[in-house]
């Protein structure tokens, strides 16, 4: 698959810069897969396309308050972007400008943060060592939370610190948010439960490399970063159930989906820990999940491949030429897909 053939036009007022009033008056896309039919409607109205025994599967992973405004001894002022811990009071993060800090070099975040600059890694990363090992803990009150790079903000909002996050965020790591996951409310999953849809969690930390296009020519040489990911036992046991009952897996998102996919073998979900690389385009036949509810993806993106293999690549572009001519709006903050 050439990368040009996930290229569309998308006008840039179409781009979502503030989330909707109401995390579910989000406007909702239904996909047949089978018959190409698209429907309209209002992502509260999401069980209207579910029955029981389906079961949702959510990302519990929560953004990091990973962007650092810090600044040297001499006053000069750099940016610190955490990426990935390595150890405790160890990350891994991108410096700017990383050429102007030497290795070794001690800077101040904030009014009480230390942390010293460490030599560089593959790929033009540093390693970043923190006086306290509860780095996270510590960086609340200094750090900013990083939203994606096509959300433009003159001066942080501090309603970003509660939107940039789904309601069911428990477990920090995370670099940017699973956005499939920011249109259910604690009303709506509640609903849910009465209807009989059930719900199992899992953790996948979504890192930078979220946002970096495929710049091969071809899809296929293109490789995605590393991510941590966990997929308890309760869970596998609750999916694997709904499967064996004649429900659907309901992957809420593309980072939820990756982890699926990891973890399916001989006819089943397994529990397990670790990183994933795992990478899905077209043809992928898809085996964990059933239905996927997700965003509207940036062009020659892997998050789109992985809906082009989910979908086909016909219908997810007649769904995304839908979504444009009517208007609903892409990316992070953006509308979401039902896929079914």
């Known amino acids: 698959m050439l990368t040009e053939d996930l290229n569309y036009d998308l006008p840039e007022r179409l781009i979502a810069q503030q989330p909707a009033e109401r995390r579910d008056d989000s406007r909702l896309l239904v996909v047949d897969r089978r018959t190409g039919d698209l429907r309209e409607d209002v992502f509260r109205n999401v069980g209207r396309y579910l029955r029981p025994p389906d079961c949702l599967v959510l990302n519990d992973t929560r953004v990091?308050?990973?962007?650092?405004?810090?600044?040297k001894p001499t006053g000069g002022k750099i940016e610190i972007f955490l990426l990935r811990e390595l150890a405790p009071g160890e990350w891994e993060a991108l410096v700017r400008p990383s050429n102007r800090?030497?290795?070794?070099?001690?800077?101040?975040?904030?009014?009480?943060?230390?942390?010293?600059?460490?030599?560089?890694?593959?790929?033009g990363s540093r390693r970043v060592r923190f006086e306290t090992p509860d780095v996270i803990g510590a960086l609340e009150a200094v750090g900013e939370i990083p939203l994606p790079p096509y959300i433009h903000r003159d001066a942080p909002d501090a309603r970003?610190?509660?939107?940039?996050?789904?309601?069911?965020a428990r477990r920090p790591g995370a670099v940017a948010a699973p956005t499939a996951g920011l249109h259910f409310t604690p009303k709506l999953l509640a609903e849910l439960d009465r209807q009989g849809v059930g719900r199992a969690?899992?953790?996948?930390h979504?890192?930078?490399?979220?946002?970096?296009?495929?710049?091969?020519e071809r899809v296929e040489d293109h490789e995605v970063d590393a991510e941590d990911f966990n997929l308890p036992e309760e869970s596998t046991a609750t999916l694997n159930a709904a499967r064996a009952a004649g429900g659907r897996v309901v992957a809420v998102g593309t980072t939820a989906t990756r982890v699926l996919e990891t973890q399916w073998r001989d006819g089943r979900f397994h529990a397990g820990a670790g990183q994933t690389r795992i990478f899905l385009y077209p043809p992928h036949t898809f085996r964990g999940?059933?239905?996927?509810i997700t965003n509207f993806h940036l062009p020659k993106s892997s998050l789109l491949a992985l809906v082009c293999a989910f979908a086909g690549t016909e219908r997810t572009f007649a769904a995304y030429q839908h979504a444009v001519e009517k208007e609903f709006r892409f990316y992070s903050y953006g509308d979401a897909m039902l896929i079914v």
Do not use: C, H, W
Not at 64 to 71: D, T, V
Not at 105 to 122: H, K, M, N, T, Y
Not at 206 to 216: D, L, N, S
Not at 289 to 292: M, P, Q
């Open 101 to 123: 800090v030497k290795p070794g070099s001690v800077v101040r975040i904030g009014a009480s943060v230390d942390a010293r600059v460490e030599e560089a890694l593959p790929g």
């Open 201 to 204: 969690y899992l953790t996948l």
């Open 206 to 216: 979504v890192g930078y490399g979220t946002f970096k296009p495929i710049q091969a």
């Open 289 to 292: 999940v059933d239905a996927l």
């Open 64 to 71: 990091i308050r990973a962007r650092l405004n810090a600044q």
């Open 160 to 168: 970003d610190a509660e939107r940039y996050q789904t309601v069911f």
